[in-house]
Nanobody, 120 residues
Framework: VQLQASGGGLVQAGGSLRLSCAASGSIFSINDMGWYRQALGKQRELVAGITGGGDTNYGDSVKGRFTISRDNAENTVYLQMNSLSPEDTAVYYC???????????????WGQGTEVTVSS
């Protein structure tokens, strides 16, 4: 199983970016998907999560600015980031809690990370 994240880059404060993360490989089903981020010198934190049914939750610092969504047919999760600030600068990681086979346990997989830099 691989999670391939893309969409990071350099953007000015106030701008927007859209991250994507596609899961591929031997996958029976995906439960929750999400995004975490880790800024230099800081702990990794939850940005947003989404259940298989579409229920969402967000970290306090991104509420009202970021929107998580998913395409279950494509095993892909998105993160639309608006009104970006330098404090959003971090490496963003996607996650997928999935079963590889019908009888396997749910395991969390992580993407490789995509870097977001917001200049002031």
């Amino acid at each position: 199983v691989q999670l391939q994240a893309s969409g990071g880059g350099l953007v000015q404060a106030g701008g927007s970016l859209r991250l994507s993360c596609a899961a591929s490989g031997s996958i029976f089903s995906i439960n929750d998907m999400g995004w975490y981020r880790q800024a230099l010198g800081k702990q990794r934190e939850l940005v947003a999560g989404i259940t298989g049914g579409g229920d969402t939750n967000y970290g306090d610092s991104v509420k009202g600015r970021f929107t998580i969504s998913r395409d279950n047919a494509e095993n892909t999760v998105y993160l639309q980031m608006n009104s970006l600030s330098p404090e959003d600068t971090a490496v963003y990681y996607c996650t997928a809690d999935l079963r590889r086979w019908r009888w396997s346990t749910v395991t969390r997989y992580w993407g490789q990370g995509t870097e977001v830099t917001v200049s002031s």
